[in-house]
């Protein structure tokens, strides 16, 4: 079959082999004795004069559709999130594999995501990639078992399917680290108010850089909201307005900081000069645009993106043994911007 009037011919014949090699390699034949000299060859000369193996027919031949999955819960719909899309997109491709999206509603019934997964099921993938909104534990849809699957930015509560999620602690302890190095010792915490692994696990690293650098853990310095702009803006007018005001903020994400913000300018106090401020996620839309720019803690939406396809193809390649031992947990980096310098001694505004 000719691709964009190239042939299967034109490629044996630039890459000098027979027609038979160019069609093992490029549907990749098992049990074939061509070299790999020969197999780079025959890729280059396809490369070269973009022509692709028809994948319709490759798929009845080896029962193989060349498709994975991924059911996203709303992460299709969000810029920052969308970034597992598209490390899972990038890794896909250079297994010569095709990404399969179907978007589901957060709220959606236990029912309707199942539904959601059999509709991928239906469609032939050899593999679902599970990705929340928002990282959590879940029960997974009982027909997601039937296929190879990964968990993006969720784990399973059964802890059996193969799971990838942010190192929030890390992302914690590298934030707060930051602002302990630059000497700060009278640290706030705007933390959000959800039952959720983020939620417990930034406070923890945030004890922990504490503890580790004798500095005592002032209670009234951690408070507690929902974490969007207005909340963080209250409780940093709260927390700023005494005369004991911490020095630095550590906030839950960028939009609580941005909160923080206004905070801070209502009480006539500089950023970084009289408050530094360190935020986490890199929502760049609101950490890139503040004044001055907001050091933040990046998720590492496109690796867990590449990560959990990674793990697919291992799957299907017959790893079934995968460890167990909890989830896959990836480094959250530092992303520096303006909002952090030493701290000064305290003036009135």
Aim: glycine share 8%; net charge negative; with cysteine.
């Amino acid at each position: 079959m000719a691709v964009n009037g190239v042939g299967i011919r034109d490629v044996a014949r630039l890459a000098g082999v027979s027609i038979t090699t160019v069609s093992h390699v490029l549907n990749d034949t098992p049990n074939t004795r061509v070299s790999a000299e020969t197999r780079a060859r025959v890729r280059e000369a396809a490369a070269q004069l973009g022509y692709g193996p028809n994948r319709a027919a490759r798929a009845l031949r080896t029962n193989r559709s060349g498709l994975i999955g991924l059911l996203s819960e709303e992460i299709a719909t969000t810029p920052h999130a969308g970034r597992i899309i598209l490390g899972a997109q990038d890794a896909a491709r250079a297994h010569d594999l095709t990404l399969v999206i179907v978007n589901a509603e957060r709220e959606s019934s236990a029912s309707a995501h199942e539904d959601y997964v059999q509709t991928l099921i239906d469609r032939q993938v050899e593999a679902v990639l599970y990705a929340t909104m928002y990282h959590r534990r879940i029960s997974v849809p009982a027909n997601l078992r039937r296929v190879p699957a990964v968990l993006i930015d969720a784990t399973d509560e059964d802890g059996v399917v193969p799971a990838v999620v942010p190192d929030e602690v890390g992302g914690a302890v590298t934030a707060v680290t930051h602002l302990v190095e630059a000497g700060h010792r009278r640290i706030g915490f705007l933390n959000n108010d959800d039952d959720v692994p983020a939620t417990h696990e930034r406070l923890i690293g945030y004890r922990q850089v504490l503890h580790r650098h004798g500095i005592p853990i002032d209670e009234h310095l951690v408070r507690q909201a929902p974490s969007e702009t207005l909340p963080g803006y209250a409780l940093a007018r709260e927390m700023l307005a005494g005369d004991d005001r911490p020095t630095a903020l550590f906030c839950y994400n960028d939009r609580m900081a941005m909160g923080a913000y206004r905070a801070a300018a209502e009480l006539g106090l500089d950023i970084p000069r009289d408050l530094s401020i360190v935020g986490f996620d890199n929502q760049e839309l609101i950490a890139a645009n503040l004044f001055p720019g907001l050091t933040t803690v990046a998720l590492p939406h496109y690796e867990m993106g590449e990560w959990a396809v990674e793990t697919l193809v291992r799957l299907l390649g017959g790893e079934a043994e995968l460890p167990h031992d909890g989830p896959t947990r990836l480094d959250c980096p530092l992303v520096t911007r303006g909002s952090v310098a030493a701290p000064q001694p305290h003036r009135k505004a």
